[in-house]
């Protein structure tokens, strides 16, 4: 397609569709989401959700495989809360934002296209997510820690026409290929800002948020993938950081940018995922929780919601049929079935209205605490009560898991500042 010779890809962290974008239903737009809903626990007690009084959450949903398929219930959409009986916050679960905590998703929806039926494409959790998105499949891998070793759809463009951007470390890393990888295609962040500033984009730009607490920038770049606990101000300062070096660049108007997550880490939705195409086993049979998702470009019309059903191998989709048509093909089943986003870009002529996103005001302390659990003695590996008045600010399982990441790479050889 003439029209676009840049594809920008930013992938979050574990939200969902209804826990982000469901009020925007209710805030005048064609969009099926809804709010403020309910679920059963597993001892009778009705939870219902609210409009969040925080832009941090205070607790971490399950959503492995288990877990996520008990949220379902086989379409039902009713266990989110059934394993968190004992939980105070578990509300939180349920709850939602809306336009004054999400001023930068709230402009991108009114300005262009938000998709209502993008699911993630496993029931389960980041690392095969993410696998889906890249690979076109995770080979079977249901869970996290494990390095896939299949081609990605970066290896099927052609030489030299792509970028993976990251914070701290390259999620791409977890694919064998590129685990002790030195040099570009990866790099920093950085680089990604001055590309657009100098107008030299590649073919196709990934971007990583900052998974962890660390970074150069220290206390001004906490985490800002918006995985429980991160402050949700950080993703929307992250988005509008993107987008705003975007529309300034001279690549503005040839210029598609993805904006999703990977899964919808344990946060209530209420529209059932469909069976995956083509068919798999079992637990790969169907898609996970629906994900907020954006198409940004000048190309496509203003405010109207897309209701097509896709999930991450679409992206793949569209960079193969944007930029290795003949390639297609040659990833995995899923990539071949998928629907591109292409047909989303309908103008005739690109549009010259974009404004600058203002990010917001960050006033939380940078990172969340996160409510403790002592053990419960009757249940071994299991939580009990909170311990009143008893927080930390320990690592989330999913900075832990970068953090292997990161050690793995520095020992096959990668220099801590190339990660």
């Known amino acids: 397609m003439d029209k676009i010779r840049h594809l920008v890809v930013l992938m979050l962290e574990n939200r969902s569709f209804d826990h982000m974008l469901g009020y925007l239903q209710s805030a005048g737009m064609e969009v099926d989401g809804k709010v403020e809903q309910s679920n059963v626990t597993a001892d009778g007690r009705t939870v219902t959700g609210h409009h969040l009084d925080s832009t941090r959450i205070r607790i971490?949903?399950?959503?492995?495989?288990?877990?996520?398929?008990?949220?379902?219930?086989?379409?039902?959409?009713?266990?989110?809360?059934?394993?968190?009986?004992?939980?105070?916050?578990?509300?939180?679960?349920m709850s939602h934002y809306d336009e004054r905590d999400l001023p930068s998703y709230d402009r991108l929806a009114r300005q262009y296209v938000v998709c209502d039926r993008w699911f993630s494409s496993v029931p389960g959790p980041t690392w095969p997510n993410r696998f889906h998105a890249m690979c076109g499949t995770s080979d079977g891998i249901g869970k996290n820690l494990i390095r896939i070793d299949k081609p990605t759809f970066f290896d099927l463009l052609p030489q030299g026409s792509f970028r993976y951007y990251s914070h701290d470390i390259a999620f791409l890393r977890s694919v064998q290929k590129y685990t002790a990888h030195v040099g570009s295609p990866i790099e920093k962040i950085s680089s990604f800002y001055r590309a657009c500033r100098d107008g030299t984009l590649p073919a196709v730009s990934w971007l990583d948020p900052n998974f962890t607490v660390y970074d150069v920038d220290a206390l001004l770049n906490w985490a800002n993938d918006d995985h429980p606990p991160a402050d949700v101000s950080r993703g929307q300062n992250l988005v509008a950081r993107v987008y705003n070096h975007l529309i300034a660049s001279k690549c503005w108007p040839q210029t598609l940018f993805i904006l999703t997550y990977d899964e919808h880490g344990g946060f209530y939705d209420h529209v059932p995922p469909p069976p995956a195409k083509p068919v798999e086993k079992p637990p790969f049979d169907r898609y996970g929780v629906r994900v907020p998702a954006f198409v940004v470009s000048p190309w496509v019309p203003r405010g109207r919601p897309f209701h097509g059903v896709v999930d991450h191998t679409c992206i793949a989709r569209t960079a193969l049929e944007l930029f290795a048509p003949d390639k297609i093909a040659a990833l995995a089943p899923r990539v071949s079935a998928s629907p591109s986003l292409l047909p989303l870009l309908t103008l005739d002529e690109p549009r010259t209205d974009a404004v600058r996103l203002d990010g917001i005001a960050i006033v939380e302390t940078a990172i969340a605490p996160i409510l403790q659990f002592a053990p419960d003695p009757n249940k071994p590996g299991e939580e009990g009560p909170r311990r009143a008045g008893f927080h930390t600010m320990e690592l989330t399982a999913n900075q832990m898991e970068i953090e292997q990441l990161k050690k793995d790479a520095v020992e096959q050889g990668v220099p801590a500042d190339a990660l």
Not at 63 to 74: K, T
């Open 60 to 93: 971490r949903p399950h959503h492995d495989l288990e877990h996520v398929a008990e949220q379902i219930g086989n379409g039902a959409m009713d266990g989110f809360v059934k394993r968190y009986n004992s939980r105070n916050s578990i509300a939180e679960i």
